[in-house]
């Protein structure tokens, strides 16, 4: 099936946190058909521990097939920190991403409403314009396809972990970073 809106948090995490919270409160509110929003998750070691299980009992790969069957995913950031990855694996999905406003600049950043769109999850009229937004991308297939492939050709192009490796790799010693 494909769906038309995924956010994959779940109110049972501990730690969720109020950015993600907030979040799901909107898109429940709004309670689109046809979309998984904190269904299908897990988190933690449950979900890392997933990884060595046979197909049929791995979370990670029922989650990725989850996410790669939505037309829009919504991802936000966890508390107190600057991305995480399920915006990058949003982006590889293929899916036009709706992510939460970033703060700290990075190489190759990906840009609001040329990769992805954008809104601020502390702020629930900021995701209820994000909402609308969604709702327009919706109906114009051929816009919605043609960001969530530009996002999905620049992260796969700038941002794999080859490319964070090499970064991390060619920071000068004398750098102030780790000071």
Known sequence: PVYDIGCFFSYE?????SRRKNLLDCLL???PSNSLIADQVDFGSV????????????????????????????T????NWDGDSRTWEAFASGALVFKDKSWIDIPNQ??????FEE?????????????????????????REKMALAGYNFVNKYHRPTNRLRYILNWPLSSNYFL
């Open 47 to 74: 979900a890392r521990n997933s990884l060595s299980l046979p197909i049929q009992n791995n979370l990670f790969l029922t989650y990725r097939s989850s996410l790669c069957s939505c037309k829009i995913v919504f």
């Open 29 to 31: 509110d709004w309670r």
């Open 119 to 143: 809104f601020d999850a502390s702020d629930k009229d900021s995701i209820s314009c994000a909402i609308d937004k969604a709702k327009w991308y919706l109906s114009h297939d051929s816009h």
């Open 76 to 79: 936000a950031y966890p508390e």
């Open 110 to 115: 990906v840009k609001p409403n040329i990769h």
């Open 13 to 17: 995490n501990p730690f969720l946190g």
